[in-house]
């Protein structure tokens, strides 16, 4: 197959981009550009995308012996992804750009080029697996439960898996590493990154400031009497439970969390860690990675809602426009504008965007 | 499957007779700079290869100055010509200068403007790629007490354009004014003579006609003394201070004897590919457009605008069926820029990011054209699909 393996210039998409070739496909390595005003260095596992990470993707290309481009995708990153995130968190939400992502940028933009240029799909480094099936490919978690990442790629579609090859996901990190090292890729040592690639300070909070300016508002209890005041709501996030600079204690004597933001009177609501449990998600724009669940069927499975968090058994159902999901155990802290993502086993069935929690 | 390399514009093939001589030269042990046997013995192969591109380049052989690079040569001249006529007369801090120039010229006068207060001015260019003549004699009148130099290049290495350097020089030397001009791509190519142009610093290149890489001249004018970039032990006029390198130096004079003895034959030849080139992608591909005018235009480039096109995928594709092309520069990143001169000649940013450079040169066939004309079509037709996503 002839496949462009998308290379950040880290340890993964580079050992990604060297299985491909060696299983005998005809592979082209591309690093995204995706600011365009790009950092020299990387600082530890801050940021990413800098002029340093073309450089690592280009010796690695190299090193496996793939041709290597530079694509510039630095504006549908800014659109898609950049001024989504900013945009969801001002509505009071807490997205996930990495999700954003991969569903309008690895797997719309990069995949639909490739096809468009007669490719037939994208390679990367991401932890997750496909199966084949009598429904066409299926997305699977990855063998290492540390490092799966089947959650932030539950946004592609049954079309868009057809093209996606991951061919890390029934390996473990470390092997990753020695098989870098064992194939003389420099990278193999390269920390990861963790924070999100384009807050290159890592301090999410006075980005957000800096972009959206900071409104005061109020912090009000469940009965909304004032308890205190923030300086911009956005910075919170439910669940959270340091921070809110509270006097007062609680009549329990319980520590206080952030239950939800009110972002049209800009308040944030706090109470204790009981008013966080969560019995029902609904979620909207669900997204399929197989074929739709049957309307207005009842199937078991599991939810979960964060990157690493726990899969939570539940039964969940879809009328055609939103999906409910019953936790059998409540859960604890969950924001609208978070993913949902539906699985059966350890099979990727979808995802959709928290609407309503109860 | 050979390559077909149609990107002689950025580096040609070295040929024969300066790869012996670079090869050979660097068995010879001496410092040029020595006052021993060994040393003047190479200082001799060193003077008598810039006696040889002298002649070729018509100046004085005492005029020429080796320096590591073109990028180095016009470095130094925008740099010494205007430190040097600023000191003169601290009002001389005007530079006058194309909008497509190549980095190599146009970024040095944006660090003097940025760190030393010099004052860019522009020149109007025409939609085919000439500089304005009005223009320039406008701005000189208007200015001629303020200004320090002017650097126009005398051919553009993306469109191919001659620009009128010896009409340029005529309105200057009026009001004495120096001019410098970028003849990278010109030396070799078109007619070039520093000396009836009247300049009074040239830029040369050596990979750009079948010399070796990281060496370039500077022409500079007999008797001028401009301020150095670099200092040191004072070779080279105390302009250019560094060992000379005498395996390069020997090699680029190597290269220039050989466009010298076959100048017209070849460049008759590739200009005739050109045209040639120019019908197959006519020929095979819709919708298509030509970047520059092509009278008094160098040999070997053709720029095109394939409409929808994106540059960089073409440039994929084209790469992936073993056709190396070019679409302009990349920024440090990487990233492919859409091209400034393009754009200087009024071509929208979407034009101007589907657009690639076609450069023929000394080791080019027709059977390099025929293999272009046999995939073309396929390519561009990819490439507008992956273009509307
Ligand atoms: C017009 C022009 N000027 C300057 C240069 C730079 O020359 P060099 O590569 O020797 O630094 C080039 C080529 O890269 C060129 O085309």
């Known amino acids: 197959m002839k496949l462009i393996a998308a290379m950040s210039g880290g340890v993964d998409s580079a050992v990604a981009a060297a299985r491909a070739k060696e299983a005998g496909h005809d592979v082209i390595g591309v690093h995204l550009a995706l600011s365009k005003n790009p950092q020299k260095y990387r600082s530890g596992a801050r940021g990413c995308c800098t002029v340093e990470d073309s450089h690592d993707a280009r010796r690695a290309a190299d090193v496996i012996g793939i041709p290597f481009y530079i694509w510039d995708m630095s504006d549908e990153f800014h659109s898609n992804v950049v001024e989504n995130f900013l945009a969801e968190y001002a509505r009071g939400n807490t997205p996930n750009p990495c999700l954003r992502c991969n569903e309008k940028i690895k797997f719309e933009a990069v995949l639909d080029r490739a096809q468009a240029m007669g490719f037939d799909g994208v390679v990367t480094g991401h932890y997750a697996q496909t199966r084949e099936s009598k429904d066409g490919k299926l997305l699977y978690r990855a063998v290492d439960p540390a490092k799966d990442q089947s959650y932030v790629l539950a946004v592609l579609n049954r079309d868009q898996v057809q093209g996606a090859y991951f061919p890390l996901g029934d390996t473990v990190k470390d092997d990753v590493r020695l098989e870098a090292d064992r194939r003389g890729l420099s990278v193999a040592n390269k920390p990861d990154s963790h924070d999100i690639c384009f807050v290159p300070s890592g301090n999410n909070a006075s980005w957000l400031r800096e972009r959206l300016g900071s409104t005061a508002g109020d912090i009000v209890d469940e009965s909304g009497n004032k308890l205190g005041e923030h300086q911009g709501a956005y910075t919170y996030t439910v669940g959270q439970r340091k921070g809110l600079g509270i006097t007062t204690p609680t009549a329990s004597g319980e520590p206080r969390y952030v239950l939800r933001i009110e972002p049209v009177t800009n308040t944030v609501v706090v109470g204790e860690h009981n008013s966080l449990a969560v019995h029902d998600v609904t979620g909207e724009r669900p997204i399929w990675c197989g074929p739709a669940p049957e309307i207005a069927h009842s199937y078991e499975g599991f939810l979960q809602v964060r990157a690493h968090g726990q899969p939570l058994h539940c039964t969940y159902s879809w009328d055609g426009t939103e999906v409910k999901a019953q936790l059998l155990d409540p859960l604890f802290g969950l924001a609208a504008g978070q993913a949902m993502v539906m699985y059966d086993g350890d099979r990727v069935v979808g995802s959709a965007t928290v609407k309503s929690t109860s | ?389």
């Open chain 2, 1 to 389: 499957m050979q390559r077909v390399y149609l990107d002689h514009a950025a580096t040609t093939p070295m040929v024969a007779e300066a790869i012996s001589a670079l090869v050979d030269q660097s068995a010879k042990l001496g410092n040029p700079s020595s006052l021993h046997t060994s040393g003047r013995e190479v200082r001799k192969d060193v003077e008598e290869a810039r006696e040889a591109i002298a002649k070729f380049a018509e100046c004085a052989p005492s005029e020429i100055i080796f320096t590591g690079s073109g990028t180095e040569a016009n470095n130094a001249a925008i740099k010494g010509l205007f430190w040097s006529a600023r000191e003169s007369n601290p009002k001389r801090k005007v530079i006058v200068t194309s909008p497509f120039e190549h980095h190599a010229v146009m970024d040095p006068i944006d660090w003097l403007a940025v760190h030393e207060g010099a004052e860019v001015v522009h020149v109007g260019v025409s939609s085919d790629g000439v500089v304005d003549l009005d223009d320039v004699k406008r701005i000189i009148e208007a200015r001629a007490d303020e200004i320090a130099l002017i650097s126009i290049m005398h051919s553009n290495n993306e469109i191919g354009t001659v620009q009128p350097i010896s009409e340029i020089v005529q309105i200057a030397s009026e009001k004495q004014i120096a001019v410098h001009s970028d003849a990278v791509q010109s030396f070799g190519k078109v007619e070039f003579s520093f000396k009836n142009l009247g300049l009074t610093a040239a830029t040369l290149s050596a990979h750009k006609i079948g010399g070796p890489l990281g060496i370039g001249i500077l022409i500079l004018k007999r008797g001028l003394e401009i301020t150095p970039v670099l200092h040191g032990g004072g070779q080279e006029r105390d302009i250019r201070s560094g060992t000379l390198n005498a395996p390069a130096i020997v090699s680029f004079a190597a290269a220039v004897k050989k466009v010298h003895s076959e100048f017209l034959e070849r460049n008759n030849r590739v200009r005739h590919l050109k045209e040639s080139l120019k019908a197959t992608l006519n020929e095979k591909v819709s919708d298509i457009r030509f970047n520059g005018r092509s009278e008094n235009s160098l040999p070997g480039i053709l720029n095109v605008t394939f409409p929808g096109a994106p540059g960089d995928a073409l440039l994929l594709l084209l790469d992936a069926e073993n056709i190396s092309t070019s679409t302009g520069s990349a920024c440090s990143a990487g990233v492919a820029q859409p091209s400034h001169v393009l754009l200087s000649l009024g071509l929208s940013e979407r034009d101007a990011k589907s657009s690639l450079r076609f450069s023929l040169g000394h080791t080019s066939t027709d059977s390099d054209v025929a293999y272009l004309g046999s995939v073309i079509g396929k390519v561009v037709e990819r490439a507008r699909a992956a273009g509307l996503k």
